[in-house]
């Protein structure tokens, strides 16, 4: 079955950085876009990036674009977010997330796209 697992989050001073990992397994996973969304306290989830199976498209929430940056590497697996230049806002748990579809990439991508979630990793960003 499809397993993704979050590692990478923690605890950092705003203006710093953290990069997140999600390996993911069961499935093949070079045919589909995958999504990091976030969840913090009281709020509901939202999107945070997506990057295609191709490697070469990708989607930002408007809060996140020029600060966070993801990228894949299909022979491992793997799907990170690198960000920069942190915010207390951006506390939350952050969640990987693998597309419905195989080799779609939506221009509006939304949680209802996405069919196997991890379990989230903790981001909190100190002031």
């Known amino acids: 079955q499809v397993q993704l697992l979050e590692s990478g989050g923690g605890l950092v001073q705003a203006g710093g950085s953290l990069r997140l990992s999600c390996a993911a397994s069961?499935?093949?996973?070079?045919?589909?876009?995958m999504g990091w969304f976030r969840q913090a306290p009281g709020k509901e989830r939202e999107f945070v990036a997506a990057?295609?199976?191709?490697?070469?498209?990708?989607k930002y929430a408007d809060s996140v674009k020029g600060r966070f940056t993801i990228s894949r590497d299909n022979t491992k697996a793997t799907v990170y977010l690198q960000m920069n230049s942190l915010k207390p806002e951006d506390t939350a748990v952050y969640y990987c997330?693998?597309?419905?579809?195989?080799?779609?990439?939506?221009?509006?991508?939304?949680?209802?796209?996405?069919?196997?979630w991890g379990q989230g990793t903790q981001v909190t960003v100190s002031s």
């Open positions: 997330a693998t597309d419905r579809l195989r080799m779609r990439f939506s221009s509006r991508p939304m949680g209802a796209d996405f069919g196997s």
């Open positions: 990057i295609g199976w191709n490697e070469y498209q990708t």
């Open positions: 069961g499935f093949t996973f070079s045919q589909y876009t």
